[in-house]
């Protein structure tokens, strides 16, 4: 029995390495399945936790004079994603039934201390979470002392946790608590808005930024490789064709002058001097919109008077005849665009010609002094 118990603990154990939980320090619960005792002292502790836990009213203080309810909702923690498988020590490890009998002196500055004080606890068990948060602009920003930024928790919380995957509408809306500015954006972007009406095929925030390792966004490199994020579902054939809409966006883009050059620096690990036109210098980043509206009937004329307007960014003196150098998304045709059509024709039946000809040529000199060798020896 006992051997059958700790092949199943072992076995667990496995499992959580798998699933990215480290066993650094290994938690109560997963001990508990080879325990000498069937009921663990530790899950009798949380019962006498709520004893107290479970009361309003009961208050922690801080140094700065404010204070913080300890109450915690014991049905909200039961359905939490750690609820069935943690014990109240498992992060508030070494607290004691006992510690609320005395009255102790204040020992964080602030609430905002201590939460960055007890956010180091999801570490211990989520290291690999906790190396991606390592190398992102967040943690930069608080190593660097900006308090505000966010640790765990503040995306998280701390009893009541749900999956965080779910609902997808729920990621951007957790960003948009703190970046209110470009929640609100994004929000009436075509993206956000197709999101709140449960639309699973738009973008939300960590699509682009990821959620723990998010780089800084407006570094010259992430510029650069932007269009790939855009990319992942615009050319995605199967998700384009549900909303009838064009699916060579990228391809159109990475044959023009601009789409070139940023996909020879993607390919690369540098960042060219000046910002070179990608998908969102076009089309804007959070406030992305369809190109002229979608109820306002507009003649190309429209379009090329606004589009001239982002060439404008970056080519001061564009006139609107310079935006015809954008053959906008479609592929070339003889109709549409008949010199740039007969150049790449030209190139795509001249290069292999051009081969093909100096292979003969190679070929025929070879000829030539192998039948010459032939004759010398003849003599
Ligand atoms: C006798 C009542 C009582 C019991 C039992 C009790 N607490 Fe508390 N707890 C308090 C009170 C009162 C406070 C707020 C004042 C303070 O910090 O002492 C508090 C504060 C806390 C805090 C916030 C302070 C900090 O250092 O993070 C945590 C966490 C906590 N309790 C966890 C627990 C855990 C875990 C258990 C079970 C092992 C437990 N408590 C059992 C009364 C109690
Ligand atoms: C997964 C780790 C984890 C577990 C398990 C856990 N806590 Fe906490 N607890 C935290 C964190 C993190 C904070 C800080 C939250 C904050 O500042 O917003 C905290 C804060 C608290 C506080 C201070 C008030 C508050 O809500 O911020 C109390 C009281 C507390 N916990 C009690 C408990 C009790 C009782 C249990 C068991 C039922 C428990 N905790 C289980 C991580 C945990
Ligand atoms: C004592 C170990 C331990 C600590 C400390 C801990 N967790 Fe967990 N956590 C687990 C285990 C075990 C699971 C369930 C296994 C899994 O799915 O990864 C889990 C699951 C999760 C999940 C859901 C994972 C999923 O795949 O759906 C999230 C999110 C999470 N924890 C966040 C946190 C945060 C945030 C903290 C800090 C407040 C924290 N955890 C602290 C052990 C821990
Ligand atoms: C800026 C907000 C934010 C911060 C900070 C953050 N997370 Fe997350 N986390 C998320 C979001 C959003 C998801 C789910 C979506 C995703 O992974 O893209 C997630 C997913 C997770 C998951 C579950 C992964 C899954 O596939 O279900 C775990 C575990 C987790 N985070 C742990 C942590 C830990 C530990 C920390 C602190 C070191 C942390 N997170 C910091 C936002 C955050
Ligand atoms: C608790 C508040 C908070 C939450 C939640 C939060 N952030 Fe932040 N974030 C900040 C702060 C503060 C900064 C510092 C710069 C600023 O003030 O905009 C920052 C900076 C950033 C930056 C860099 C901005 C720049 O100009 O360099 C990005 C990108 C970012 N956050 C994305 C996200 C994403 C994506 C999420 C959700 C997964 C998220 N943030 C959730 C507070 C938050
Ligand atoms: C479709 C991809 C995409 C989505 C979705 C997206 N972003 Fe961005 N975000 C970007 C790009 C690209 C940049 C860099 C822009 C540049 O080149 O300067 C950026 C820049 C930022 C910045 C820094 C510059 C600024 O405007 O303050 C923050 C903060 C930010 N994003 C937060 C968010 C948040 C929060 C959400 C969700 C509400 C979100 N982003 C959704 C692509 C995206
Ligand atoms: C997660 C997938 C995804 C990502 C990433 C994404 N999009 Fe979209 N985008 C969509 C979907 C789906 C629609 C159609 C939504 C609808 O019509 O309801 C759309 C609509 C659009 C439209 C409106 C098209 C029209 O005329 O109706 C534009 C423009 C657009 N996206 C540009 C971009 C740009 C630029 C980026 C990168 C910064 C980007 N998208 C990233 C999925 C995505
Ligand atoms: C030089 C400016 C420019 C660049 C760069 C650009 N676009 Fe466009 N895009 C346009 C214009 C203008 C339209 C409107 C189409 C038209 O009427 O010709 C458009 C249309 C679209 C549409 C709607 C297609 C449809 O079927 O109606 C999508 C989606 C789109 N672009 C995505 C992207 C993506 C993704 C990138 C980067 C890979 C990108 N665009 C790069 C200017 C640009
Ligand atoms: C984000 C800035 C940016 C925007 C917006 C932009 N361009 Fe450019 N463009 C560049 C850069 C940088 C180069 C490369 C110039 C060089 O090599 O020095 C370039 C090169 C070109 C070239 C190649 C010939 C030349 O002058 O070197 C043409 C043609 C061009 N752009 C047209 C356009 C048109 C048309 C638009 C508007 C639809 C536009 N550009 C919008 C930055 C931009």
Same mark, same amino acid.
């Given at each position: ?144 002392? #900006?308090?505000?930024? +966010? &640790? !765990?928790? $503040? /995306? =998280?919380?701390? *009893?009541?946790?749900?999956? @965080?995957?779910?609902? %997808? ?29 449960? #639309?699973?095929?738009? +973008? &939300? !925030?960590? $699509? /682009? =930024?990821?959620? *723990?390792?998010?780089?800084? @966004?407006?570094?010259? %490199? ?158």
């Amino acid at each position: 029995m006992t051997a059958l118990a700790e092949f199943v603990s072992t076995l667990f154990v496995f499992v959580l390495a798998s699933q990215g939980v480290s066993l650094l320090s290994a938690p109560a619960f997963i001990f508990r399945a080879s325990a000498a005792t069937p009921e663990s002292s530790s899950a009798s502790a949380t019962e006498q936790c709520f004893k107290c836990h479970s009361q309003p009213g009961k208050k922690l203080r801080f140094q700065d004079g404010t204070t913080k309810s300890v109450y915690i909702d014991k049905a909200e923690w039961m359905g939490s994603i750690h609820g069935s498988i943690l014990v109240c020590v498992d992060c508030h490890k070494g607290m004691t039934p006992n510690h609320g009998l005395v009255q102790k002196k204040p020992r964080f500055k602030n609430a905002r201390e201590y939460t960055l004080e007890r956010s180091n606890t999801c570490q211990h068990c989520h290291y690999a979470y906790y190396t991606r948060f390592l190398d992102s602009i967040h943690y930069e920003l608080q190593s660097a002392g #900006n308090r505000a930024a +966010p &640790v !765990c928790v $503040d /995306c =998280h919380g701390s *009893h009541a946790m749900t999956d @965080p995957q779910l609902p %997808r509408v729920e990621i951007s809306r957790k960003c948009g608590r703190c970046h209110t500015g470009v929640y609100r954006k994004y929000q009436a972007s075509v993206h956000g808005q197709a999101l709140e009406s449960d #639309n699973q095929d738009v +973008p &939300v !925030c960590t $699509d /682009c =930024h990821t959620a *723990h390792a998010i780089a800084n @966004p407006t570094s010259g %490199r992430f510029h650069v490789t932007s269009y790939n994020l855009c990319a992942k579902c615009h050319s995605d054939q199967k998700r384009m064709k549900r909303y009838n809409l064009n699916p060579d966006v990228l391809s159109t883009y990475l044959d023009d002058f601009h789409g070139a050059s940023n996909r020879a620096y993607a390919a690369s690990t540098g960042a060219p001097q000046k910002a070179i036109a990608t998908c969102t210098d076009c089309h804007g980043i959070h406030d992305i919109k369809p190109f002229m509206g979608t109820t306002a009937s507009h003649s190309r004329a429209d379009v090329r008077e606004r589009l001239v307007g982002t060439c404008r960014k970056c080519h001061a003196e564009a006139t609107v005849s310079f935006a015809d150098a954008w053959l906008s998304h479609y592929p070339p045709t003889l109709k549409t665009a008949p010199l740039v059509w007969l150049v790449k024709w030209f190139f795509k039946i001249a290069n292999p010609t051009l081969i093909a000809l100096f292979v003969l040529n190679i070929l025929l000199n070879l000829w030539r002094a192998g039948a010459r060798r032939t004759r010398g020896s003849q003599i």
